[in-house]
């Protein structure tokens, strides 16, 4: 079993930043790679970003990004914190959503399911 908490959500201005963080226990092993996902209402979950888990010098690690947060969003993770985070800059009013993260044993994401349960996430809003 995989569990995610998500935190550092808060409302910002347009052109604001904000980074929110992920922390995982439980079955780590079985982690290939990590994506942060969005919902807005009366959207469907999207995946955000994506980035393998694995820290060895003898991988690189790869990441994913959907268009509408490239060159915006940054995704990083520290494996010796358990944690996973989403540099959000310069976000827009489009942005605002309800931020997850979830685990995955293979990549790209979209060919496996999530290890972890869907959990309350962290709330973005991006406001004037």
Request: aromatic share 10%; charged share 15%; hydrophobic share 30%.
């Amino acid at each position: 079993q995989v569990q995610l908490v998500e935190s550092g959500g808060g409302l910002v201005h347009p052109g604001g930043s904000l980074r929110v963080s992920c922390v995982v226990s439980g079955s780590i092993f079985e982690i290939y790679a990590m994506g942060w996902y969005r919902q807005a209402p009366g959207k469907h979950r999207e995946l955000v970003a994506a980035i393998t888990w694995s820290d060895s010098p003898w991988s690189e690690t790869e990441t994913y990004y959907t268009d509408s947060v490239k060159d915006r969003f940054i995704i990083s993770r520290d494996n010796a914190k358990n944690t996973m985070y989403l540099q959000m800059n310069n976000l827009k009013p489009e942005d605002t959503a309800s931020y997850s993260c979830n685990a995955h044993r293979c990549w790209p994401l979209t060919a496996c399911s999530e290890l972890g349960s869907w959990g309350q996430g962290t709330q973005v809003t991006v406001s004037s």
